[in-house]
């Protein structure tokens, strides 16, 4: 993957603030950085989280990301994956007079969430938990203040963002070095050679990157950082 005559069809799908249609997301230029080191031009094209899935069996696309290995479509056999770009850390909110602060204090307590938002499988498969499904992150902070929920799964920055623009702020306690989930993201290519060799391509410019300081990643905390080049 090492020459430029063709551009690599790239699958993704529209996320606030990490994948946008103008380029600008997190993901857009940390996308575009790993395929700079690869030294091969890369057509992002956005869809549907459906669409760009089946992009890949039909052929239309060589890879898409972000993905995550709950969402991953079909047997597992059929793809590759690079290792982590990102991790997605689930954090836990719960009010500072409760004195929760573990998911082992909430059996028989309600936990906020939010449709569509992946915890992994060691959160949704947990039945001890009984979770309450909200539209978004304002919902279940407004009902944790309320008292409506004993605690709310959330991630960073979305859930931190609506905490820190609330005015009752200083009662809601979270510990972003102590996730309860470390969920890995990453590309998926096809299962075949040309796959393969895809996903090592990308495996050696995260490596690279890695290297250099621009990208940051611990598998123990679920700290990320991308540092886009200047």
Same mark, same amino acid.
């Given at each position: ?28 230029? #940390? %996308? %575009? ?34 993905? #995550?290995? =709950?969402? #991953? ?55 001890? #938990? ?99 080049? =200047?």
């Amino acid at each position: 993957m090492d020459d430029t005559k063709d551009s690599v069809k790239i699958g993704s799908f529209f996320i606030s603030r990490l994948i946008e249609e103008d380029g600008t997301g997190l993901f857009n230029k #940390l %996308n %575009n950085a790993l395929f700079i080191e690869m030294n091969k031009n890369v057509e992002l094209n956005l869809s549907s989280k459906n669409r760009v899935r089946r992009g890949i069996t039909n052929g239309q696309l060589d890879g898409y990301f972000p993905e #995550l290995w =709950e969402n #991953l479509p079909g047997e597992k056999t059929q793809y590759v994956v690079s290792r982590p770009i990102f991790y997605k850390r689930v954090i836990l909110f719960t009010l500072k007079s409760s004195g929760l602060t573990k998911l082992s204090d909430f059996e028989n307590k309600l936990l906020g969430a939010v449709e569509s938002f992946s915890y992994g499988k060691g959160i949704m498969s947990n039945p001890h #938990l009984a979770l309450s499904f909200q539209q978004d992150d304002i919902a279940n902070i407004k009902l944790l203040l309320n008292g409506r929920l004993s605690g709310v799964l959330g991630g960073y920055p979305g859930t931190v963002i609506v905490v820190k623009g609330n005015n009752r702020t200083n009662e809601i306690h979270y510990d972003l070095d102590k996730p309860v989930a470390i969920i890995e993201s990453f590309y998926v290519c096809k299962n075949n050679p040309d796959g393969v060799k895809l996903c090592n391509s990308i495996n050696k410019a995260i490596e690279s990157l890695l290297r250099k300081g621009v990208l940051e990643l611990n598998e123990e905390t679920g700290f990320s950082r991308f540092n886009p080049p =200047e």
